[in-house]
Every structure is written in structure tokens, then in C-alpha cells.
């Protein structure tokens, strides 16, 4: 299997390209309206088609990428069945295993970060989005965010995994690149060791970070899947360069 992993440092993201070397398939996990071309050309390189884009969530600090590499190359979206989109070609559900070529992705619906949260598990990885990041975890305080619910996710889906099992998180604030599920259960600030669901409660309340200044844009166009829309202020229009330009757009 081939296996890169791309970063987007508007907003911190990270999508994973996956590409089977006896069909010549490949998928994103997560891509970037603004890392698309990047995308493309490693595709490209590699000898592959884009056969899926999947989303772990609809995010809110970013546009999907997934639409637009519909239009430019056939691929198809899949996204959580939760959210209901209807543009999305496959709904993403728990113990439906989502294959392409040789790859085959085991979906683990992580709630907590928003209610329509998936994690893919790899064989040896897992890709966990916003649910589990290195020494942290997503914000609970919109798109029907919940604690409990994450605590839930994390302690009895992710952490149940073997400890070799390698962490690839959805971003990454501080240049770092993979961990381990036994380095989270151990040392992870808010939910490894013997933290509490009333400490995590009580950790992510009081948190006091800034409402996403991207949420109010992103959220719309990524139910949509990918949608930048036509009132985007100049301080924000890096975040669908790409898209703006493209001809399909």
C-alpha cells in the first residue's frame, strides 16, 4: 500500500492519501480545498486515480476538497451517513467496511467532537480526525459537541485498540506527526491515564477558546461538500483560493 501524509497549514490539517498499488486506486481522507492541486499532482506521480474522497466530519476550520476533485476527476464522496448529505455519493456507517482496490477501511463512529464523527481504522493505523489528536483531542462547544459523548468515544472505541496502534489525527498545532494509542492512553492531558469523565468534563468547559473564525463559512459549504460561499470576506479568502479559481467552481 502506498501511504502519504499532506499538510495544510492554513488550518492545520492533515489528509491522508491512500493508494492501492495493484489496482492503482487511491482515496483522501480529509482534503483541503486549498491542497488540492498538491493532491492532484502527488496522485499524479504516483500513478493512481482518485477513486474516494472520505470525511471523517463536516468541518469547521476548512472547506473540503471532496466536490471539486469530483468534478475535476470522477472520484466519488463519502461521508458520515449520520449527516445526511446529499451530496454525497456513499453514507458511512459503522460495521460497513468502506474498500477500495485492496484497502479496506473499518468506520468507528467517534461522536463528541460533533454528533456525525467517524474514525478509519487501517490494520495498524487508525485515522481518528478531531476525536483523538496527539496529546489532545477536538473542542466539544458546537455542532452538537459533547463531552460525555467524546470520553465515551475515545475510552471505549480508540483506547480498546491495540496500544502499537498508530495515531494520525486530523491536525496538528505543533508540527508533530503520528503517536501511538498506548502513548495516548498514557500520557494525553485530558483523556489518557486515570482521567475521569468529570476531570475531562470539567478540562474541556474550561477551555475559553475563540469561536472558530472560519465555522460560520465552513459548516454551510461543507454540507454541501465543498461549497466556498459568494460572501466570503477578504481576510478570509485564502481558505478557498483554489476553489474561486477553478473553472468548475
Known amino acids: 500500500m502506498i501511504f502519504r501524509q499532506l499538510y495544510e497549514p492554513l ?4 489528509t491522508y492519501l491512500l493508494g492501492d498499488e ?23 506521480r504516483l500513478g493512481l486515480k482518485l477513486a474516494y474522497t472520505i470525511e ?9 476538497a471532496a466536490l471539486e476533485l469530483k468534478r475535476m476527476v470522477g ?3 463519502a461521508a458520515p451517513a449520520h449527516d445526511h448529505l446529499p451530496c454525497a455519493d456513499v453514507g458511512v456507517e459503522e460495521g460497513k467496511p468502506l474498500s477500495i482496490g485492496g484497502i479496506t477501511l473499518q468506520p468507528l463512529h467517534t461522536p463528541g467532537h460533533t454528533d456525525g464523527h467517524f474514525a478509519y481504522l487501517l490494520n495498524e493505523r487508525i485515522f481518528t480526525g478531531d476525536a483523538l489528536m496527539i496529546d489532545g483531542c477536538g473542542r466539544t462547544d458546537f455542532q452538537n459537541g459533547d463531552a460525555d459523548a467524546l470520553y465515551k468515544s475515545v475510552r471505549e472505541k480508540l483506547f480498546v485498540l491495540p496500544d502499537e496502534t498508530l495515531v494520525y489525527p486530523g491536525h496538528d498545532y505543533n508540527k508533530r506527526f503520528v503517536s501511538t494509542i498506548a502513548q495516548e492512553k498514557a500520557r ?24 472558530p473564525k472560519f465555522i460560520d463559512y465552513a459548516v ?4 454541501q461538500c ?22 468548475q467552481g
Open 11 to 14: 488550518s492545520s490539517t492533515y
Open 22 to 44: 495493484q489496482t492503482g486506486q487511491a482515496l483522501l481522507i480529509d482534503p483541503v480545498i486549498t491542497g488540492m492541486e498538491r493532491d492532484l499532482a502527488e496522485i499524479h
Open 56 to 64: 471523517t466530519h463536516i468541518h469547521a476550520d476548512h472547506i473540503t
Open 75 to 77: 472520484s466519488r464522496i
Open 188 to 211: 494525553n492531558p485530558r483523556l489518557g491515564g486515570d482521567k475521569t469523565l468529570e476531570e475531562f468534563k470539567h478540562i474541556m468547559a474550561n477551555l475559553n477558546l475563540p469561536y
Open 220 to 223: 454551510p459549504g461543507n454540507r
Open 226 to 247: 465543498g461549497v466556498c460561499p459568494p460572501d466570503l470576506p477578504e481576510n478570509l479568502e485564502n481558505y478557498c483560493r483554489q476553489i474561486t479559481q477553478s473553472p
